[in-house]
């Protein structure tokens, strides 16, 4: 199986932005939604929990949650399929439908922590970068002199 993205980088500067939603859901439709009336007008800013920390409810069931950014030099992408597989071992194809710099992160009746996978997903973009960045000579002997020296004062 393969998976065809079907854009370029000029697309992407092009793709109009979207306002997204991660909701702890499955929705069965995958048609035009009024989101601003019935949904965006009832979220409110619970600060009783935290600053940026917002609620709202999804067919009854209470939802609390923030806004989380793209890490810096990332891109959010939205993409669709255009056309459902056969099988699980077709050949798939997606387009560009619309990027986004911050998306809201939704959580049932739970506030958002860093134990959240999605949250835990775009702190590993800070730490692949951290673990990719080039070691100089002089910084890899000052950390063998720092662990020696840790090792001597340890019993």
Do not use: C
Not at 14 to 39: M, T
Not at 83 to 97: A, F, H, Y
């Amino acid at each position: 199986m393969s998976i065809t993205l079907d854009f370029n980088g000029k697309n992407i500067a092009k793709s109009n932005e979207l306002e997204l939603h991660f909701l702890p859901a499955k929705i069965d439709g995958d048609g035009e939604a009024n989101v601003d009336h019935y949904f965006n007008n009832y979220t409110r800013e619970a600060t009783e929990f935290g600053r940026g920390i917002l609620t709202n409810a999804l067919r009854g069931y209470p939802l609390m949650g923030e806004k989380l950014k793209v890490p810096e030099g990332y891109s959010g992408l939205v993409l669709q399929e255009t056309e459902k597989p056969i099988s699980n071992s077709s050949d798939r194809q997606l387009r560009l439908t619309g990027v986004f710099k911050d998306f809201t992160y939704w959580n049932y009746d739970k506030v958002p922590s860093n134990g959240d996978p999605y949250r835990q997903a775009l702190f590993l973009a800070d730490v692949a970068q951290a673990l990719s960045q080039p070691i100089s000579e002089d910084d890899l002997e000052a950390e063998i002199v720092r662990n020696k020296e840790n090792n001597k004062e340890s019993p």
